[in-house]
């Protein structure tokens, strides 16, 4: 028997369970030796990062990954997907896999990759996927009140007395800024 009060909690919990659940649901496609060639097969364009969870290059990856497959989870011609090449070593052995991450490129109609050597960013993986599908991958931006700071906009944003201003000055080539 559940009272009133315990089953509009109960029913609470679950609903917040279920957000959660669908909130965290990647959008990156776990590929293994059971599931690889039935989903790279050649009908469509696949992104694949190949990595190992213990790789530290890999673990600063990730978010950036899990970032380009929210950009293209509205393109149904293109996968974004990874394999833990560590856990599934025949297939990281059948891709030539020998350090990690590596990223290889599926065109629509092939099962063979591309290598790609290009940049990192979400910019540049984007860019790249728009680039060789013709796809149309967004990034979705968060709003932010944050403004980049110049010689012709300081003084009239942090000198304004009617405002607080919290400067950060950092130099982009530094990997502590």
């Known amino acids: 028997l559940i009272h009133k009060g315990s089953f509009e909690q109960i029913m609470a919990a679950l609903w917040f369970v279920l957000l959660a659940a669908v909130a965290s649901a990647s959008r990156v496609v776990d590929l293994n030796k059971g599931n690889f ?3 790279i097969n050649g009908d469509r364009a696949a992104f694949i990062e190949f990595y190992a969870p213990w790789c530290g290059h890999c673990k600063s990856l990730a978010p950036t990954w899990e970032q380009l497959g929210d950009a293209f989870s509205h393109v149904s011609q293109v996968i974004i997907a990874k394999v833990d090449a560590d856990a599934e070593r025949d297939l990281g052995s059948r891709f030539g896999i020998s350090g ?3 990223l290889k490129f599926f065109p629509k109609g092939h099962t063979e990759p591309e290598e790609y050597s290009g940049g990192r960013s979400i910019e540049d993986l984007v860019k790249f996927v728009n680039e ?3 796809a149309n991958g967004r ?5 932010s009140d944050v403004v980049t700071l110049t010689e012709d906009n300081f003084d009239s944003i942090v000198m304004d007395s009617t405002k607080d201003v919290l400067v950060e000055f950092y130099a982009p080539w530094c990997g502590h800024c």
């Open 132 to 134: 060789k599908t013709g």
């Open 37 to 39: 060639d039935e989903i």
């Open 100 to 102: 990690f991450p590596t």
């Open 139 to 143: 990034v979705k931006v968060a709003p």
